[in-house]
């Protein structure tokens, strides 16, 4: 698989299935060596980097839970020992959870912001160094359309992915000078295999009749806006909110 990427090492967060999934097989298609991570399915995990390897990239599967601060110092120490450092970061892991606001608990609005938010500063705090040391690199993190809509039960989800996007700017501006670059894009409705947890998807965006392109996203158009960002394509694109939703939400 050589490409535009060659040479580069991406790790994608919540990379077993969906959008991540579809992440990670494109950044491994134009050449960069990728590790898929994901926080409790070591078999999906394992069958994407298999499926990467099978087409002639190089891949490693590594299963942490990047809400916890140890997991994600063992996983860039990994990296740097057996790959060399980090070029490109994307994260997708995330929690989705429709709970009615007045009944949403504290235990669960931390749990949810531990993964997408939190997880987001540990994994940029740990791999900026390397990125630094390899002269430069990429940031991406997944939003998404709700937080700008507003959509009822999802209070928690909304503020995570709102704080990832204050995050890349602050990032963008404060890493920039060392080569690092911070953006996110913002997914409309995609058409995706939801888990249990997550539930049906709002009916808000659900409805395609209410999207001006009348359908929903592929993983593939959403993974194809990541991979421009952090190639050589997105190079003076930073600290920007990259909307994927087919007219759903225009800014």
Known sequence: MAGALAGKVALVTGAGRNIGRAIALTLARDGATVVVNGRADAAAIEAVAAEIRAGGGRALAHLADVSQEAAVAAMAEEIAGSLGGLDILVC???????????????????????????????????FAPQMVARGGGAIVALSGISTHLGTPDRAHVSASKSGLEGLMRALAVELGPLGIRANCVAPGAVDTLRGA???????????????????????????????????????????????????????
């Not at 949403?104 to 749990?111: D, F, N, Q, T, Y």
């Not at 001006?212 to 421009?228: C, F, G, N």
């Not at 909110?241 to 759903?248: C, E, Y």
């Open 197 to 251: 947890s997550a539930g049906a998807m709002p009916q808000s965006l659900a409805r395609e009749e209410g999207i001006p392109l009348r359908r929903k996203a592929t993983v593939q158009e959403i993974a194809d806006v990541v991979r421009l960002l952090v190639g050589r394509e997105g190079g003076y694109v930073t600290g920007q909110t990259v909307h994927v939703n087919g007219g759903a939400f225009l800014t």
């Open 92 to 126: 997708n892991a995330g929690l989705r959870r429709q709970t009615p606001f007045l009944e949403m608990g504290l235990a669960e609005w931390r749990e949810i912001l531990s993964v997408a938010l939190d997880g987001a500063f540990l994994l940029a705090r740990a």
